[in-house]
C-alpha cells in the first residue's frame, strides 16, 4: 500500500466532507505507522467531525500526551470534550491553547464559550 497516495486520498475525502470516509483509510495508515502525528491529527479531526467523540478523544490525548506544545491538539481536545459536555475537563485544554496562541480567535471563543458554561 502506498500510505502517502492513500494519506493524500483521506485528506481529499475530509476536504470533500466525508470524515467517516477519510477515517476508513486513515485507520490502516497510522495502524502501519503509529508516531505518525499528522496521520494521527486528520484521524482525529475526522472523528471529531463524524460525531465519533470517544474516538476523537482517545487520539488528541495521545498527540498531547507526546507533544504537550500541541497547541491545535489541545484545541481540538477541548473542543470535544466539550460537546462531551465535560466542560471542566474541556476548559483545561482551551486555556492551554489559548495561552498558547493567544491572537486565535476560534480558540479565545471557544474559552470564553467553556469558561461561562463552568462558571469560571
Known sequence: MDLLAEYRRATLFFEAGDPTGAARLLEPILAAEP?????????????????????????????????????????????????LNRHVDALRHLRIAAAMHHSNDDYQAALRRVATRVGR
Open 35 to 83: 508516531g505518525n502525528a499528522a496521520v494521527r491529527q486528520l484521524l482525529a479531526r475526522a472523528y471529531y467531525s463524524s460525531a465519533q467523540l470517544n474516538r476523537a478523544e482517545k487520539h488528541l490525548r495521545e498527540l498531547v500526551d507526546r507533544d504537550p506544545s500541541d497547541h491545535y491538539a489541545h484545541h481540538v481536545l477541548g473542543r470535544t470534550l466539550e460537546r
